[in-house]
Structures are given as C-alpha cells and as structure tokens.
C-alpha cells in the first residue's frame, strides 16, 4: 500500500479535491493508520490556528486614528482664493476700459493731469455697467457656487500641478474669448 | 465584509464625509490589527503601524479602483507598510515568488514514520500558544500567507490579488507555511 503524500493530505484538509480523488483518498484512510493520525494531526493543527484569539484593539482606536486625518477642506485653498481676488482686480479694469472704450495705454500716460476725468469716466463706466451688472450677478453667482463645489472636489481628486494646468488654461481660454469680444462690440460711445 | 457597502463608505469618503471613513476604520481595525500584532511582534508597534495603514489609505483613497474588494486593497498596502519596516530593520523578506531550494521539499515527501502526535502532546489552548510563538520563527513572506489564510480567513484568489502572484504561487506557500509550522512544533 503506498501511503499518502504531505501535500496531498493538505489539499484534501483544504478541500481542493474533485470528488472521485476525495473517495480515494478517504478510501485510503480507511485502510492505513499512519496516514489517518497524518491527516487528524493537520487538521488539528488547521483548526486551531483558525481559531487564535483576536488582539485586542483598544476602545478609542478609531478615534485616534480620525484625529491624525486633517479636517475636511472648507472652502477653497488659500492660494486659489488669492489667485481669483487677483484675477477679478484685473478683469474689473480691463471691463472698465473695455465699456467706457478708452486705450489702456493711453489713460496711463494721462493719469498724471487726468484725475477729474478719470472720475468722470468711471461715472460713465458706473452708470452703464450697473445694468449690465445687475443681471450678470445672478449668473456670475450661480456659476461661481458650481464652480467652488467643483474645485473643492478637484482639489481633492486632482494632484496640485495639474489643478494650476487646468486653472492656466481656462484663464488662457477667458482672455481669447474677452479679446474677441471686444472686437465685435463698440460700448465706448 | 459587505463590498458594496464599502465602495459607498469610499465614495462617500470621497465626497467629504469623514464619519464615512470612521466606519470603514472600526469595521477593519480588528481584521486588520489582527494581521499586523502578527506580523511585529510589540503590541505598541502593531497598534501604530495599524494606525498608519489607515492614514496612508485614507491619503491614497482617490487612487481606489472599485473594481477590486476594498478589503483586499488594504492588506496590500498593509503588507508593503510591513515589508518596509522589515527592509529599514534588515530582516530578509524573501519574496514569495521566488523558489525556497527544492520547490517540492516538504510538499511531496513522504510522511515521516514515529511522527509525534502533536494533538496528544498539546491540549488546544496550549496549542494556540504554541502556534502564536511558532509564527514568530517563521520566515516573514510565509508567516504573512499563513495568517492571511488562517487568522484572517482570506481566499486564495484574495491572497494572489494581494501580492500579485499566480494562484499556484500561493497554494504551494500555503502548503509550505503549514508543514513548516508542524515540523517547528514538533521541536518544541
């Protein structure tokens, strides 16, 4: 009688036999004492190492572990709210010169002797704009809420570098399409 | 483990709700200290690195493929958290993919004859013990498959998922694991 092998005896303790192989190997069993103590020795030792204690895990462990993790992001980063406070001071002057239809340039070379007429401007400049402000507030508004809630989520899915790609290319795309307006409409007269 | 429920914890994590990843902390904390007091041996140790595990999944959840068990996907960075502790503190961390000698040594031999009952020498508690101070002469790759398969009632097919490995790679280390643990309680 040729008795059983190691690795057989762990595979049929772990259950991988077909059941032709399984009625063999029990039917070999059956017969030979050496091989029977072989198999009850490992299945012995299998059961109780699937039954080891579990390590006790300290009451405030999930606490501990919460305390390490930084606080929910509330709002934007720091850098990006600089970076749009800078970005709306130079879209509203832009929009000034764009609306009252004076060159940029040339208003600089005038500053010097040109303070009335400046204030006059930015009446002129006020006074149309209010009521094209008026209804691109409640547009800006909603489109800048979206936007926070996305950026929020972006910042936390999309690797810093890749954040300042996006923003630079959205800036690239406003400023092509901020030209090309000006362009087509005259607002200065 | 619910998967299902676990990929909703993630996604809700994902969307800012910390108290989500809190219940996936206390639903894995016990499995996975479970596997990590195993594998170092100082409780203050496990605790920590157990600790870290989180953290580090926490930072890396947006990198999370819900294709795959979370539970899985957080024994592997468990497990490479552990195999660098083991590399800075110079323990040999032989890989398990790579041949231990004769591939077939231990597996296909004969049983020895005299063999000593080990279930009349120990009785059960003692046996446990046995075993939890047998595991610490193992060879780290080997005892990690063996508490994955024992303590923590991991499948083969997690297992190979795991650490990356061929199903057959990982029966025969079982294998290799358990008759190892015999022959080094047959010592004591």
């Known amino acids: ?41 490992r299945r012995i030792l299998t059961e109780a190492a699937s039954s080891l204690p579990p390590l006790e895990v300290p009451a405030d462990f999930a606490k501990r572990v919460m305390s390490r993790i930084p606080a929910a992001k509330s709002g934007l980063p720091a850098w990006l ?3 749009a406070g800078g970005l709306a001071s130079l879209a509203g002057i ?3 010169f764009f609306l009252s239809g004076r060159n940029l340039a040339a ?48 910042t936390t899915l999309v690797s810093p570098g890749t954040q300042a790609a996006l923003i630079a290319l959205t800036l690239a795309l406003g400023l092509t399409l901020f030209v090309a307006l000006k362009k087509k409409i005259r607002w200065g007269e | 483990m619910n ?8 996604k809700r994590t994902l969307g800012g709700e910390r108290k989500a990843f809190e219940m996936l902390v206390r639903r894995y904390q016990q499995p996975l200290l479970n596997y990590v007091g195993r594998m170092v041996a100082e409780r203050e140790l496990a605790l920590d690195f157990t600790q870290d595990v989180f953290i580090k999944t926490y930072a890396s959840l947006h990198t999370y493929e819900p294709q795959f068990k ?21 323990i040999p961390t032989f890989s398990l993919s790579a041949p231990l000698g004769d591939e077939d040594d231990g597996l296909t031999l004969d049983i020895p004859d ?19 101070a047998a595991l610490e002469k193992m060879p780290t790759a080997l005892r990690e498959i063996f508490v994955w398969r024992h303590v923590n009632g991991l ?14 790679t990982i029966k025969n280390r079982i294998f290799q694991a358990k008759e190892m643990l015999h022959r080094l309680l047959e010592e004591t």
């Not at chain 1, 008795?3 to 017969?31: A, Q, V």
């Not at chain 1, 303070?115 to 800048?144: D, E, M, P, R, Y």
């Not at chain 2, 979370?70 to 110079?90: C, E, P, Q, V, Y």
């Open chain 1, 81 to 83: 709210v600089g970076l």
């Open chain 1, 94 to 96: 832009l929009t000034f």
């Open chain 2, 3 to 10: 998967e299902e429920q676990d990929k909703d914890l993630v």
């Open chain 1, 107 to 154: 208003s600089l070379s005038d500053l010097d002797n040109s303070l009335w007429q400046l204030a006059k401007n930015a009446t002129v400049f006020v006074g149309k704009s209010a009521a094209l402000l008026s209804q691109a507030g409640k547009i800006i508004s909603s489109f800048l809420q979206v936007s926070a809630k996305g950026l929020s989520i972006l």
């Open chain 2, 70 to 90: 979370f539970g899985t996907w957080l024994f592997k960075i468990a497990s490479n958290l552990i195999i660098d502790h083991w590399r800075k503190k110079k």
């Open chain 2, 114 to 132: 005299n063999e000593p009952p080990l279930a009349r020498k120990f009785e059960l508690a003692e046996l446990r013990q046995k075993i939890e």
């Open chain 1, 1 to 41: 009688m040729t008795c059983l092998k190691l690795r057989d005896i762990h595979e049929y303790l772990e259950g991988d036999f077909p059941p032709e192989k399984r009625k063999d190997f029990e039917g070999h069993l059956r017969l030979c004492a050496k091989c029977r103590q072989a198999v009850e020795e």
């Open chain 2, 155 to 168: 499948s083969y097919e997690e297992m190979a998922e795991i650490k990356s490995l061929p199903l057959g």
